[in-house]
């Protein structure tokens, strides 16, 4: 399990305290939607040189994460 958390990081005073990637003002939903979209890492990476694999992957767990603790009453 990868410990996401190094990577992403929620500050109010960066894109309205949206999770984002450390070090960028990339958010974790930017990614998720690319992904969404049909691009692939590779492609990510060549338009977002500072973004690798670790950082995407961290994404797809902190969203796995999220959703694994959702709940409903």
Do not use: H
Not at 12 to 38: E, H, M
Request: with cysteine; net charge positive; aromatic share 10%.
């Amino acid at each position: 399990m990868m410990k996401y958390k190094k990577y992403i990081e929620v500050d109010t005073s960066k894109r309205f305290g949206k999770p984002i990637l450390i070090g960028t003002r990339i958010s974790v939903y930017d990614v998720l939607n690319w992904l969404a979209n049909g691009m692939c890492q590779s492609e990510i990476s060549a338009d977002f040189p500072e973004l690798n694999q670790k950082l995407i992957s961290a994404c797809l767990f902190y969203a796995a994460e999220k959703e694994n603790r959702t709940r409903v009453a």
